[in-house]
């Protein structure tokens, strides 16, 4: 039995008949396997793989199968899946071999008719790949490009009609793309360059991030429980537009800041550390086990400032009324600008949900307002590139709330641009999505 492909096959399966996060269940898999580095790769390689090209998979795979793949027993289901994976995406990997261990998989999860089907499935798709060819032509083109970019048709028809076809095929592709780790320099424990010494020691390859001057880019590592500088905490994984979003804030020493939405602390911590690890920093979230994630981190960075504290964000002004000098808003949100680094979000997104996102976030928004002096500052992020989400949230607050003043959040970037309200775009950019808005409360 081929025991890389093996663990995808029920990692895939955990993921789609279980809700399980494709890099939380690999993880807890590889972990409890006995498998050469080289396999790890693949199995990884499989796993992410798979379930980034998702509906496109299936799509392929109903040119070869008569019956609807509802039918078919869950994990056989997933050993098609990655048969046809490896077949149209893996060039690597000859026909023969994915062919062979799909037949081995399927002799463990079925019975010999079940096998026999499997076989002539993938068989037929080497055979005749011209079946799978994808649309093209007049009319075709979106659902093409939804397909050849493995991305949901509603959304790539969403982002034609936003930015246009070219565009919204770059934003694909860049979805698609290899994300780099980015790690976050604690400045309570070392600077960038020591940093990036102490990387290059342990065996990483990494270089400066051009966006903020704590950011790290780390383009080659092993195990990231082996990494010393990762470990005992003299950096935290964090996003480079993320990191932005701490400099917005301004936080000084001594002053009290609510991080309403906290989890998992990259931006939390990152407060921290702006302030100096002095005054107090309000971590709140709903879930019991992501503020405990919180205090990790924070004891790991040497952080005693911070408190995480149970709290629905929608109630942050009642429990803080008038009392913060700061509060951050990272809103609930679709995470449209962030699909890169989660290749199994793109299939759990709906333009329902986006459409009952903008409430949620005014109703935290609104509470948030509420828990600032006068004087205080107000600042709104997301990881979305949806106006919905975003700039139309903000003026209608803005609308609601005379007392805020929009300030200009692109002033407080690390390198400053014209901007009331800051919107980064993967396919413009370079870097993941990301909002942020600055609002000052005025005095008296």
């Not at 991305?151 to 780099?180: I, M, S």
């Not at 993941?432 to 808005?437: H, M, Q, R, S, V």
Request: some cysteine; aromatic content about 6%.
């Amino acid at each position: 039995m081929d025991k890389a492909r093996e663990l995808a096959c029920e990692v895939l399966n955990e993921v789609h008949e279980k809700g399980a996060y494709a890099n939380v269940a690999l993880v807890k898999h590889l972990r409890k396997a006995n498998l050469s580095d080289q396999d790890r790769r693949f199995a990884t390689e499989l796993v992410y793989g798979a379930v980034k090209a998702g509906d496109t998979l299936d799509w392929i795979l109903r040119r070869y199968v008569n019956r609807p793949l509802k039918k078919i027993p869950p994990l056989i289901r997933e050993v098609l899946r990655l048969g046809i994976y490896q077949l149209f995406y893996l060039d690597k990997v000859p026909p023969s071999a994915a062919c062979n261990t799909a037949v081995e998989l399927a002799k463990k999860y079925s019975h010999a008719g079940t096998v026999k089907f499997v076989n002539a499935v993938l068989r037929t798709a080497v055979r005749e790949p011209e079946k799978a060819a994808f649309p093209e032509g007049k009319g075709k083109a979106t659902e093409g490009l939804a397909l050849k970019e493995q991305h949901p048709y509603w959304l790539v028809k969403h982002w034609v009609k936003q930015f246009g076809f070219d565009e919204a095929e770059a934003l694909c592709k860049f979805d698609n793309g290899q994300p780099v780790l980015s790690v976050r320099t604690n400045t309570l424990k070392t600077n960038r360059e020591d940093l990036l010494a102490a990387l290059q020691t342990a065996g990483a390859a990494a270089a400066a991030s051009t966006w903020t001057p704590e950011g790290v880019l780390i383009t080659a590592h092993g195990s990231l429980d082996d990494l010393t500088p990762l470990q005992d905490g003299r950096c935290q994984v964090q996003d480079e537009s993320s990191m932005l979003v701490a400099h917005v804030v301004d936080p000084q020493p001594g002053e009290l800041i609510i991080d309403c939405c906290s989890a998992p602390g990259g931006k939390t911590t990152h407060i921290a550390a702006l302030m100096n690890n002095e005054g107090r920093v309000v971590a709140g979230d709903i879930y019991e086990h992501k503020l405990e994630r919180i205090a990790e981190n924070a004891r790991r960075l040497g952080i005693d400032i911070i408190e995480p504290t149970l709290l629905d964000a929608r109630e942050v002004g009642d429990e803080y009324e008038a009392m913060a000098d700061r509060v951050l808003v990272d809103a609930p949100c679709s995470g449209l600008g962030v699909l890169r680094r989660k290749p199994d979000a793109r299939w759990n997104k709906s333009a329902e949900e986006i459409a009952r996102l903008p409430e949620l976030q005014l109703q935290i928004l609104n509470s948030a307002a509420k828990a600032l002096k006068d004087g205080g500052v107000l600042v709104y992020s997301t990881c979305t590139i949806e106006p919905a989400e975003n700039q139309e949230v903000v003026a209608k607050f803005l609308a609601d709330h005379p007392e805020f003043t929009l300030e200009q959040t692109g002033a407080f970037l690390p390198q400053p641009r014209q901007a009331e309200m800051v919107q980064l775009y993967p396919q413009r950019d370079g870097t993941d999505g990301f909002f942020i808005a600055r609002m000052c409360k005025r005095k008296g």
